[in-house]
């Protein structure tokens, strides 16, 4: 154990966080994003787990330590329901109040159609695959910066 560190995040996930540069995405997804095989094609090449926990909980955990990217627009994308892309389910406004809590401040989630959202995924740093169960809980993060007072 760490002290200040949240035990979700492990010693693989606290690498890749750390590794990651500014604009670097990162990946949470649900049990049902095909996250293997997207990881296998990210910058890290393998997956990383934060198990038995919803994608709000996991996201908590990576926002504890991260900062989202203030230089874009889209720093917190989520996955679009098919054929009802305004809508926005339960686990995507649980994730949305943690993001708020997180930053401070309404950070609103960019909406993505489907087969976009894999497409960009392929291209992020890393993925991070959780224990959540319901659909449509997968999102894209950007990693922001911390200036040098440490803000």
């Given at each position: 154990?760490?002290k200040?560190?949240?035990?979700?995040?492990?010693?693989?996930?606290?690498?890749a966080?750390?590794?990651?540069?500014?604009?670097?995405r990162l990946v949470?997804?649900?049990?049902?994003?095909?996250?293997?095989?997207?990881?296998?094609?990210?910058?890290?090449?393998r997956?990383?787990?934060?198990?038995?926990v919803?994608?709000?909980?996991a996201?908590?955990?990576?926002?504890?330590v991260?900062?989202?990217?203030?230089?874009?627009?889209?720093?917190?994308?989520r996955?679009?329901?098919?054929?009802?892309?305004?809508?926005?389910?339960?686990?995507?406004?649980?994730?949305?109040a943690?993001?708020?809590?997180?930053e401070?401040?309404?950070?609103?989630?960019v909406?993505?159609?489907r087969h976009?959202?894999?497409?960009?995924?392929?291209?992020?740093?890393?993925?991070?695959a959780?224990?959540e169960?319901?659909?449509?809980?997968c999102?894209?993060?950007s990693?922001g910066?911390?200036?040098?007072?440490?803000?």
């Amino acid at each position: 154990m760490l002290k200040g560190i949240d035990p979700l995040l492990n010693a693989d996930v606290l690498y890749a966080l750390r590794a990651m540069g500014h604009g670097d995405r990162l990946v949470v997804c649900d049990t049902n994003f095909p996250a293997d095989s997207i990881a296998r094609q990210s910058a890290l090449g393998r997956l990383l787990r934060i198990d038995n926990v919803s994608a709000a909980k996991a996201l908590e955990a990576v926002l504890s330590v991260m900062p989202l990217d203030t230089f874009v627009d889209d720093a917190a994308i989520r996955m679009e329901i098919v054929g009802q892309p305004q809508e926005v389910p339960p686990v995507q406004r649980e994730v949305q109040a943690a993001i708020d809590r997180a930053e401070g401040r309404s950070w609103p989630l960019v909406g993505v159609e489907r087969h976009a959202f894999y497409e960009k995924a392929k291209t992020a740093y890393c993925v991070i695959a959780t224990g959540e169960l319901r659909f449509y809980g997968c999102f894209l993060f950007s990693k922001g910066v911390i200036a040098p007072d440490g803000e």
